[in-house]
């Protein structure tokens, strides 16, 4: 369980700080949100039938996680309590304002990052197996690259 919460906490660092870059705000739910989008879409590669998926897969059970994520919690963030986080209700094809097609696809193009962020973390803090990319049921030396996994996205493995 600590292990969970502590990439819950560093992947959702790593959102609220690529969401200030990129929007140039944030909001402190997104800590929470954008971890638990990370911790969701690390596990994944942690099961054993995923352990060999071709990242494209992973990547598009990786955007209907966070398409998922995100709609229930805009609906409890912004709908009911009215924070009003973010609001998709002028991009054609939302549902509810909470999500659209657009920024799905957005994610499913980003999922390789996210894949590699997550497991990347575990290697960083624990020496972690990266399942999908380690080989002979041991550690790697070294973490596998970000451009390792957008091959592998780009090129169907």
């Not at 369980?1 to 560093?10: C, D, F, H, N, S």
């Amino acid at each position: 369980m600590k292990r969970i919460l502590t990439l819950w906490a560093a992947l959702g660092m790593v959102y609220v700080a690529l969401e200030v870059l990129f929007r140039g705000r944030s909001h402190p739910s997104m800590l929470i949100v954008g971890g638990l989008c990370g911790v969701l879409v690390g596990a994944i590669n942690q099961i054993p039938r995923f352990y060999r998926a071709p990242v494209v897969l992973q990547a598009v059970i990786g955007a209907l996680i966070v398409l998922a994520v995100e709609f229930v919690s805009g609906c409890v963030l912004n709908l009911w309590l009215g924070l009003n986080v973010w609001d998709y209700s002028n991009q054609p094809g939302n549902v509810l304002g909470q999500i659209c097609p657009a920024f799905g696809l957005l994610w499913f193009f980003i999922m390789p990052l996210a894949i590699w962020a997550e497991d990347t973390a575990r290697w960083l803090i624990w020496a972690y197996d990266s399942t999908v990319y380690g080989r002979g049921g041991k550690p790697p030396d070294t973490p596998y690259s970000l451009k390792s996994v957008y091959g592998d996205f780009f090129h169907g493995r």
